[in-house]
């Protein structure tokens, strides 16, 4: 059974970089696009970007200038890094298993990122 | 702002049917981009409950089905249960190469 299990700080402050990671288990690693979506509390999904194991990768252009993904294949790792955060950027933040325009079919469990100083 | 448009909620007593639309555009849905549907319950992440427009993934009751047509889509939800109240979401791809969700639509079962 495939798992995506999150895990990073959970509290920053305001121009930190926010740092997660998403371990794949259970399931083959290359093959897929692994993509961050995020929700702010009490609001709707929002995508934050994709990458494959070969490191290729499609951000949302209104992040584009602050998000760096990477694509770990010898641990089964995606990382997920957004530069000077603000409290906008308050969410649960959620790695997902899917392709180019397919559905999304494993979420990891969420972790929740909170900005305040 | 979501990209793909919902209504905030809909309602429905037991056993009836209601419908949630979700309205794209020309560069997302109309453009031919497949759309899946996500039930998500609170606190928890969303679980994909329609795929590829009117698919359902294996152990989805059929009450659930899919429909899309020009720059918009639609889930139907036949036979309405308690356990239905959740929230639903739309989501596809835009041309722009990201993806894309609507903005969420709470269901209320009376």
């Known amino acids: 059974q495939v798992q995506l299990q999150q895990w990073g700080a959970g509290l920053l402050k305001p121009s930190e970089t926010l740092s997660l990671t998403c371990g794949v288990y259970g399931g083959p690693f290359s093959g897929f696009y692994w993509s961050w979506i995020r929700q702010s509390p009490g609001k709707g999904l929002e995508w934050i970007g994709e990458i494959n194991h070969s490191g290729s990768s499609n951000y949302n252009p209104s992040l584009r200038s602050r998000v760096r993904m990477s694509a770990d294949t010898s641990k089964n790792q995606v990382s997920l890094n957004l530069s000077s955060v603000t409290a906008a950027d308050t969410a649960v933040y959620y790695c997902?298993?899917?392709?180019?325009?397919?559905?999304?079919?494993?979420w990891g469990q969420g972790v929740l990122v909170t900005v305040s100083s | 702002q979501s990209v793909l448009t919902q209504p905030p909620s809909v309602s429905g007593a037991p056993g009836q049917r209601v419908t949630i639309s979700c309205t794209g555009s020309s560069s997302n849905i109309g453009a031919g981009f497949d759309v899946h549907w996500y039930q998500q319950l609170p606190g928890t992440a969303p679980q994909l409950l329609i795929y590829?427009?009117?698919n359902r993934p294996s152990g989805v009751p059929d009450r659930f089905s899919g429909a899309k047509s020009g720059t918009s889509a639609s889930l139907t939800i036949t036979g309405l249960q308690a356990e239905d109240e959740a929230d639903y979401y739309c989501?596809?791809?835009?041309?722009?190469?990201?993806?894309?969700f609507g903005g969420g639509t709470k269901l209320t079962v009376l």
């Open positions: 590829g427009d009117n």
């Open positions: 997902a298993r899917g392709l180019i325009a397919a559905p999304y079919d494993y």
């Open positions: 989501q596809s791809y835009d041309s722009s190469l990201r993806g894309v």
